[in-house]
C-alpha cells in the first residue's frame, strides 16, 4: 500500500474515531445515570487519544489528517439525542444507540486491518483495535444488563 492510500485509510480511522468520542460525549450528556456518565466520558477520552496518534500517523504518511467527523456520525449523533428525549433519558436507549455506533468503529477497524501496511502501523492499528473491540463488548454487556432491568 502506498503512502496515500495509507493517510487516506487512517483518515477514514480519524473521522470514525471523532464520531466515537463525540458520540461518547453525546452518551454521557443523555444518560442520567452518574457511572455511565463517568464511563462515556472516559471512553470519548480514548477515542481523542486514539485521533491524536492516528493523525501523527497520517502526517508521518505525508498526509493531512481529516478535522470532522462522518456525516452517518452526526446522524447517529442526533438520533441517539432524539430516542432519549422521547424516552425520557433512558439508559437502555442510550446504550442500544451507543453500541450500534461501536459496532460501526469495530467494523472500520477490521476493514482497515485487511490491508497491507508496515508492521509499526498495524501494531498500533491492531493495539486500537483491541480497545473498540472492548468499548463495544463492554457497552454490549451494558446494554444487555439494561434490558434485563427492564424486562
Not at 466520558?41 to 462522518?70: F, H, I, M, W
Request: charged share 35%; glycine share 6%; proline share 1%.
Amino acid at each position: 500500500m502506498d503512502n496515500e492510500r495509507i493517510a487516506s485509510m487512517l483518515n477514514g480511522l480519524i473521522e470514525i474515531s471523532r464520531d466515537g468520542a463525540e458520540g461518547f460525549r453525546t452518551c454521557a450528556e443523555d444518560a442520567d445515570d452518574a457511572e455511565l456518565k463517568l464511563y462515556f466520558r472516559n471512553r470519548a477520552q480514548s477515542c481523542e487519544e486514539a485521533v491524536n496518534k492516528l493523525s501523527t500517523e497520517v502526517r508521518r504518511y505525508g498526509g493531512d489528517p481529516d478535522t470532522s467527523g462522518t456525516v452517518t456520525g452526526t446522524l447517529h449523533r442526533a438520533w441517539v439525542d432524539l430516542k432519549t428525549a422521547i424516552t425520557d433519558r433512558d439508559n437502555l436507549a442510550v446504550l442500544e444507540e451507543c453500541e450500534r455506533g461501536e459496532a460501526a468503529a469495530v467494523a472500520a477497524y477490521e476493514n482497515a486491518l485487511r490491508e497491507e501496511m508496515p508492521g509499526d502501523l498495524r501494531a498500533l492499528l491492531d493495539l486500537q483495535y483491541e480497545g473498540v473491540k472492548r468499548n463495544h463488548d463492554r457497552v454490549r454487556q451494558l446494554r444487555d444488563t439494561a434490558r434485563h432491568r427492564v424486562a
